[in-house]
T-cell receptor, first 113, second 115 residues
Framework: GDSVTQMEGPVTLSEEAFLTINCTYT??????LFWYVQYPGEGLQLLLK?????DKGSNKGFEATYRKETTSFHLEKGSVQVSDSAVYFC????????????FGTGTQLKVEL | NAGVMQNPRHLVRRRGQEARLRCSPM?????VYWYRQLPEEGLKFMVY????????ESGMPKERFSAEFPKEGPSILRIQQVVRGDSAAYFC?????????????FGPGTRLTVL
């Protein structure tokens, strides 16, 4: 079945540091890949997505590239801010997996001054 | 345009009681999804509904859990005879149509605590 594996947190960084959160997946067919962000006490918000191999999703300075050969979708940001502190979820949607998202366990990011 | 609404935001129940969680999708959205987030885990799919129909309930526990999305009114996730293991955050999402290119918009969640 479909599955998503992402690095465990928490990840603690200083402001302006470079961020990488690793995500790999297993899926039937050709999945679409997503990063969602959850701020404290709130629901999930879509951060970015990519629907086919080699696509790059980007938003608010975050980027992730769909790598079919390594089945990965790592999230990166060149310079994090305190306001980026949140939990980040990698997710996939595959046509063979039903009309639902399959999520990783989430990675908590803490950015300090 | 209001987002996905869920209520209550927090719900406390004693073992054996019933829990009813409500979800109002975004305006114009006829597809609703329920996910559960257990402590220290990611979100797990429970059920997918369209108006008046359950399309996929492969993630729902076989007993005590039910869901509906009536023609009028919110979608309801109902948990009968709650147990401590039901304590979790329950998220509802909605989309205008089905498929990967139709973003699922999430509500703020209902945090259920079973004493």
């Amino acid at each position: 079945g479909d599955s998503v594996t992402q690095m465990e947190g928490p990840v603690t960084l200083s402001e302006e540091a470079f961020l990488t959160i690793n995500c790999t997946y297993t899926a039937t067919g050709y999945p679409s890949l997503f990063w969602y962000v959850q701020y404290p006490g709130e629901g999930l918000q879509l951060l970015l997505k990519a629907t086919k191999a080699d696509d790059k999703g980007s938003n608010k300075g975050f980027e992730a590239t769909y790598r079919k050969e390594t089945t990965s979708f790592h999230l990166e940001k060149g310079s994090v801010q305190v306001s980026d502190s949140a939990v980040y979820f990698c997710a996939l949607f595959s046509t063979g997996g039903g009309n639902k998202l399959t999520f990783g366990t989430g990675t908590q990011l803490k950015v300090e001054l | 345009n209001a987002g996905v609404m869920q209520n209550p935001r927090h719900l406390v129940r004693r073992r054996g009681q019933e829990a009813r969680l409500r979800c109002s999708p975004m305006k114009g959205h006829s597809h609703v999804y329920w996910y559960r987030q257990l402590p220290e885990e990611g979100l797990k799919f429970m059920v997918y509904l369209q108006k008046e129909n359950i399309i996929d309930e492969s993630g729902m526990p076989k007993e005590r859990f039910s869901a509906e999305f009536p023609k009028e009114g919110p979608s309801i996730l109902r948990i009968q005879q709650v147990v401590r293991g039901d304590s979790a955050a329950y998220f509802c999402a909605s989309s205008p149509t089905a498929g990967a290119n139709n973003e699922q918009f999430f509500g703020p969640g209902t945090r259920l605590t079973v004493l």
